[in-house]
T-cell receptor
Framework: ETGVTQSPTHLIKTRGQQVTLRCSSQ?????VSWYQQALGQGPQFIFQ???????GRGNFPPRFSGLQFPNYSSELNVNALELDDSALYLC?????????????FGPGTRLTVT | AQSVTQLGSHVSVSEGALVLLRCNYS??????LFWYVQYPNQGLQLLLK??????LVKGINGFEAEFKKSETSFHLTKPSAHMSDAAEYFC?????????????FGRGTQLTVWP
């Protein structure tokens, strides 16, 4: 059974640029959530996708957007990058959209904005 | 919105000593509760979760946590620390009955284990 994978592992972008991060969910999981983890902080919920639809969103501006594909993989897009967007971005998948279900996390993508 | 408090951003113990990491939540309705561990440069790994009536939850690597409704707490313990336990630990909650699997995390506790 393949776990959650994310790509790329690291990347460096310049302020104002756009970035796309990718996530492949664990086999059999139809729900993907994205979290931002700033240095020294706990992860913060960005949004969740369930069966290709956005199922809920945290307190992040519209320049953070996402997609989920029929195979349940997902993308996180961030436009007009700001210095404060530098963080570890974590993707998590779960068997269904339910508060009781544990989420399985990928290794993350470390984004640095200069 | 949920609030999760982890008392102590850093905890240091000797190898073989008891590990106690504290977590308190804010909601009046007991949420689903989770503990995750994060090793350097890695994602989060689930240690254990509380979703039902059993208040003492056993997890992986010898960890366990006890849900105490009266104290709104879900502290993580391990009787004997091992060097490999050194990592950052996060307590997280999710609203009971929610169809949105949104986790609210504490700020984390860095555990150091001395030989």
């Amino acid at each position: 059974e393949t776990g959650v994978t994310q790509s790329p592992t690291h990347l460096i972008k310049t302020r104002g640029q756009q970035v796309t991060l990718r996530c492949s969910s664990q086999s059999g999981h139809n729900t993907v959530s994205w979290y931002q983890q700033a240095l020294g902080q706990g992860p913060q919920f960005i949004f969740q996708y369930y069966r290709e639809e956005e199922n809920g969103r945290g307190n992040f501006p519209p320049r953070f957007s996402g997609l989920q594909f029929p195979n349940y993989s997902s993308e996180l897009n961030v436009n007009a990058l700001e210095l404060d967007d530098s963080a570890l971005y974590l993707c998590a998948s779960s068997p269904q959209s339910s508060g009781a279900n544990e989420q399985y996390f990928g290794p993350g993508t470390r984004l640095t904005v200069t | 919105a949920q609030s999760v408090t982890q008392l102590g951003s850093h905890v240091s113990v000797s190898e073989g000593a008891l590990v106690l990491l504290r977590c308190n939540y804010s909601s009046s309705v007991p949420p689903y509760l989770f503990w995750y561990v994060q090793y350097p440069n890695q994602g989060l790994q689930l240690l254990l979760k509380y979703t039902s009536a059993a208040t003492l939850v056993k997890g992986i690597n010898g960890f366990e946590a006890e849900f105490k409704k009266s104290e709104t707490s879900f502290h993580l313990t391990k009787p004997s620390a091992h060097m490999s336990d050194a990592a950052e630990y996060f307590c997280a909650v999710n609203n009971r009955g929610s169809t949105l699997g949104r986790l609210y995390f504490g700020r984390g506790t860095q555990l150091t284990v001395w030989p």
